[in-house]
């Protein structure tokens, strides 16, 4: 529960420290004098948002320290375990605001985000303000009442997520569906390609090999012409070949038995000349034996030559990059298809998600069906009591006409009231009275307050437009409250100031042309002067006195 409150030049706060206590404390005073100011400054050190006019004129800036008991709130204690921010003692949340606008947020002495100081803030306090009933008019803040009433806070948040998921995994199912239209188109002109290469059969290094042969087989005549005519120039020629002229010029220089030293290189490499004549002559020989010119097989290596050109020319690549060409192409495929399997499993992904939210949104319908009879009946027995003995309320669960997972569940929830016997139940926006809105509002605050896990409750002037005997009501529902916790209660009315069991009276001071709020913890006797101000005006007489008494006295027994 809240402990302690520190605020330092805020607004009109110069300097307050209060020290708060289990039960029902009601906070009183005259209007404008700083009540609702204690609860901005509270609301800041639970992460709400603020401005540099929030800073006490003439100096630099605000400070708000809110301090926590937290033995009896596992979820806070686990939460700030969960982030290494727990301290022995209270846990203390600070606020700092300067005036020129900047924010500082403070955990157990550990800067950290205004996000942070929310989110554990709403594990602390639940605040229900003079303005309430205007979100109780959304439906949104129906379906929230109703979950939280059921104790399915957390069912609920599950059921959200896995909407979120089904809905994020669908969108990214369609993205890739949309772009795999064109994938497919391309799919298919791959596979063609492939399959025109695959039927070619292109081998590696066939290419040389064939052009080296087509062109062998294309000068076949003149090939075989000049083999011929240079094997008659070698050994065959009447006039004197090469190989007989060769022979002849060795046995001149090897005829003389002494010839000179100095020759002997000469015949050599004439011996050489004539033994590799003779080689020439015998690969020629057998190059033309064996060389076939059949013009079956020219055909063939043309066409052959023509079906690659024509395919490199088709796909706009040198015949020598065909294989390269083959090889991208099949990793393409390769790739596609991968996106094909992202396709298929994205799809049993979303098939999954759908069927992990119908058993959660199932089950919180369930919960919520049950649920809103019991909230009914009970909203139903406070509104009677607050001055509506006719009134009727009931919890509509409309099913939503669209079968995809929604975030909210499977319902559309909604309030309707009747206020007067004999009128239908109506939507709780359609309520006319402004008074009767606001007793409505009190008696679905009070009921839900009495299931919120927060073991401080914070009502802000939430008895406006009430009087008489109701108003007694409404102070002894909230005095119910803080049987079991800590309830704040900022009110005008003595019939709710009687029921608390601690009374904080705001007043403002007046010094040196300065203005400042302070607070004073009232004991007995100061309370019943406060209590017979309230109801009597500025001059205390005796009647009012003893009616302030009476009433306190029957609020304790």
Not at 79 to 102: F, H, K, P, Q, Y
Not at 122 to 148: G, M
Not at 233 to 252: F, H, K, P, W, Y
Not at 444 to 472: H, N
Request: charged share 25%; glycine share 6%; proline share 3%.
């Amino acid at each position: 529960m809240l402990v302690h409150l520190s605020i330092h030049n805020y607004a009109i706060v110069e300097h307050l420290d209060l020290e708060l206590l289990q039960g029902m404390s009601v906070i009183t005073g005259e209007t404008g004098a700083g009540k609702s100011i204690m609860l901005d400054a509270l609301g800041l050190a639970l992460g709400d948002r603020a401005d540099s006019a929030v800073v006490r004129p003439g100096t630099d800036k605000a400070d708000i320290l809110a301090s926590f008991d937290l033995q009896d709130i596992p979820d806070a204690r686990q939460w700030l375990a969960e982030r290494d921010m727990e301290s022995d003692g209270s846990c203390i949340l600070r606020r700092v605001i300067t005036a020129e606008g900047r924010s500082r947020a403070y955990i157990n002495g550990t800067t950290c985000s205004q996000n942070d100081l929310k989110a554990l803030g709403s594990l602390l306090i639940d605040i229900h303000s003079q303005h309430e009933h205007q979100s109780l008019l959304k439906p949104d803040t129906h379906r929230r009442l109703l979950d939280e009433h059921g104790g399915k806070q957390e069912l609920a948040r599950q059921v959200q997520l896995a909407a979120q998921r089904w809905r994020q995994t669908r969108q990214s199912l369609e993205r890739v569906s949309n772009s795999s239209e064109a994938q497919h188109a391309r799919h298919q002109l791959i596979s063609y390609q492939l399959e025109e290469l695959e039927n070619l059969a292109l081998g590696e290094e066939e290419l040389e090999q064939l052009e080296q042969e087509h062109r062998q087989l294309s000068n076949a005549g003149q090939l075989l012409g000049a083999c011929r005519q240079v094997i008659d120039m070698c050994s065959e020629s009447d006039a004197g070949n090469v190989l007989s002229i060769l022979t002849a010029s060795l046995q001149r220089l090897t005829g003389s038995q002494h010839r000179p030293r100095a020759l002997e290189e000469a015949i050599t490499l004439l011996s050489s000349a004539q033994i590799q004549v003779e080689e020439a002559i015998g690969e020629l020989n057998r190059f033309t034996d064996h060389f076939d010119a059949d013009p079956t097989r020219l055909q063939y290596l043309e066409e052959r030559l023509d079906n690659i050109y024509s395919l490199a020319r088709k796909h706009r690549v040198q015949p020598a990059e065909l294989l390269a060409l083959q090889q991208r192409l099949l990793e393409e495929l390769e790739s596609l298809a991968a996106d094909d399997e992202a396709v298929e499993q994205l799809g049993e992904e979303l098939t999954a998600y759908a069927r992990h939210y119908m058993q959660k949104a199932s089950e919180l319908s369930r919960s919520r069906h049950t649920t809103a009879k019991r909230l009914a009946k009970a909203v139903e027995a406070e509104i009677r009591r607050l001055g509506m003995p006719g009134g009727r309320f009931s919890v509509a669960l409309k099913p939503l006409e669209s079968e995809e997972p929604h975030p909210a569940g499977r319902e559309h929830v909604e309030f309707l009231v009747s206020a007067n016997p004999g009128q239908p139940l109506r939507p709780l926006a359609k309520v006319v009275s402004g008074g009767e809105l606001s007793r409505i509002s009190l008696a679905i605050q009070v009921i839900a307050a009495q299931t919120s896990r927060t073991p401080t409750l914070v009502f802000d002037e939430v008895d406006v437009g009430i009087g008489g005997p109701t108003a007694e009501i409404v102070g002894q529902l909230l005095r119910r409250l803080g049987n079991h916790g800590q309830v704040l209660t900022v009110t005008h009315l003595p019939q709710v100031a009687a029921q608390g069991h601690h009374h904080l009276l705001v007043h403002k001071a007046r010094a040196n042309d300065n203005t400042h709020t302070t607070v004073t913890q009232l004991a007995e006797a100061r309370r019943i002067e406060e209590i017979a101000r309230m109801l009597g005006g500025i001059d205390l007489t005796e009647q009012s006195l003893a009616h302030a008494r009476q009433m306190v006295s029957a609020a304790q027994a």
